[in-house]
């Protein structure tokens, strides 16, 4: 064999080579993927089609999309409520330390989605910017609300943990056999009986929940939030499937 035609093959087996790499290699390997963003995130086998069930509301009442907020980025949704005494505030800064620490946070938006729209409505967006002027604030109609969660796999449950002033103040007034024991629980379909100024947690899905610009289901971010891994995990997989 010559030495023009040992180059001639060389070149020919380069051009192959990055053929095959283009049509193939290029494309993500989802078992790979899998391994490398877990345990900061899980994801589906396939993507989930829910654009339909993501219609929600802002602080003006104002029938939202999750498409008019996302505007074609990555959306991440984190499920929770602005009276929420611990968990959501410390939830929410550590995404934001996540997001700080991403290559790819101008391709995601962060939605807040409130679990408790009789008591957030109109602070939904006030309260979203607290931790990041870039986060945005939406919620649903009960009836709505319930129709996403089961779509989207969130649970939440509002426990009223103690009663009103009012309330209280008033049941001074019966006998103890009267109201012999006031807490109670009601799941996502029943509202709090009390008005805005009511007292009750909400116990709530811990998970956040992550969408492709098509507004698929991609991902879960679980448990141990931690901004870092988080950070990782989110940059791996706008990089490895956004191109798809």
């Known amino acids: 064999m010559t030495k023009s035609t040992q180059i001639y093959f060389l070149i020919l087996a380069a051009i192959i080579s990055a053929a095959v790499f283009f049509f193939f290699g290029g494309k993500p390997n989802m078992e790979e993927l899998k391994k490398s963003v877990a345990p900061a995130a899980s994801l589906y086998p396939e993507a989930k089609s829910v654009s339909d069930k993501l219609n929600f509301i802002d602080d003006a009442s104002k029938n939202t999309h999750l498409s008019d907020v996302a505007d074609d980025k990555w959306a991440l949704l984190y499920f929770g409520y602005t009276s929420c005494p611990d968990v959501c505030p410390i939830d929410l800064s550590k995404i934001n330390q996540a997001s700080q620490l991403m290559e790819n946070s101008d391709q995601l938006q962060v939605v807040f989605v409130s679990v408790d729209p009789d008591r957030d409505l109109g602070n939904l967006d006030n309260f979203a910017k607290a931790f990041n002027s870039s986060f945005k604030?939406?919620?649903?109609?009960?009836?709505?609300?319930?129709?996403?969660?089961?779509?989207l796999g969130v649970y939440h449950e509002v426990v009223q943990s103690q009663k009103t002033a009012q309330e209280d103040h008033?049941?001074?007034?019966?006998?103890?056999?009267?109201?012999?024991?006031?807490?109670?629980?009601?799941?996502?379909?029943?509202?709090?009986?009390?008005?805005?100024?009511a007292h009750y947690d909400v116990d709530h899905t811990s998970s956040y929940l992550l969408f492709n610009p098509e507004l698929e289901l991609v991902a879960l971010l679980t448990n141990p939030h931690e901004p870092a891994p988080m950070a990782e995990a989110l940059d791996k997989i706008i990089e490895a499937l956004g191109q798809n």
């Open 170 to 197: 008033s049941n001074h007034n019966h006998s103890h056999d009267d109201h012999a024991d006031d807490s109670h629980k009601m799941v996502a379909n029943e509202k709090p009986s009390s008005s805005k100024d």
């Open 137 to 151: 604030g939406l919620t649903a109609k009960q009836d709505e609300l319930i129709s996403i969660s089961k779509a």
